[in-house]
């Protein structure tokens, strides 16, 4: 009886690998997911920031500019109080009362004091 022999030209590979895709993510992919979205964020970080210096300058000159009307407000409402203060004296004492030793105009100061302090 002959002996089985190999086909002419040999028997096909065995294939002992599967053709499955990997499981779960690669550690690379992961890695670069997180290193985007971290790109990302701190790109809109560092937007924000310049965004909020630049707030942060137009209202520090917006108020720079505003301090002469501020003043100038001011000034009118002091000048009303001292026009009511000089009324209200001469009616109370019949004649202003010269305070200071010259006519120079001092600005005056509003001090809240306390009604009932004990000591």
Same mark, same amino acid.
């Given at each position: 009886?002959?002996?089985?022999?190999?086909?002419?030209?040999?028997?096909?590979?065995?294939?002992?690998?599967?053709?499955l895709? +990997?499981?779960?993510f690669?550690?690379?992919?992961?890695?670069?997911?997180?290193?985007?979205?971290?790109?990302?964020?701190?790109?809109?970080?560092?937007?924000g920031?310049?965004?909020?210096?630049?707030?942060?300058?137009e209202?520090?000159?917006?108020?720079?500019?505003?301090?002469?009307?501020?003043?100038?407000?001011?000034?009118?409402?002091?000048?009303?109080?001292?026009?009511?203060?000089?009324?209200?004296e001469?009616?109370?004492?019949?004649?202003?009362?010269?305070?200071?030793?010259?006519?120079?105009?001092?600005?005056?100061?509003? +001090?809240?004091?306390?009604?009932?302090?004990?000591?």
């Amino acid at each position: 009886m002959p002996q089985d022999m190999p086909p002419v030209g040999g028997y096909e590979a065995v294939q002992y690998k599967r053709n499955l895709p +990997a499981r779960g993510f690669r550690p690379a992919t992961l890695l670069l997911g997180v290193g985007a979205v971290m790109t990302y964020g701190w790109y809109k970080l560092i937007i924000g920031i310049r965004e909020q210096n630049e707030y942060a300058r137009e209202k520090m000159w917006s108020r720079i500019h505003l301090i002469p009307l501020l003043q100038a407000e001011e000034d009118r409402d002091l000048v009303r109080r001292h026009i009511a203060d000089q009324a209200r004296e001469k009616e109370l004492l019949g004649e202003n009362i010269k305070v200071y030793h010259s006519d120079r105009y001092v600005r005056p100061t509003f +001090a809240a004091t306390p009604e009932n302090v004990t000591k």
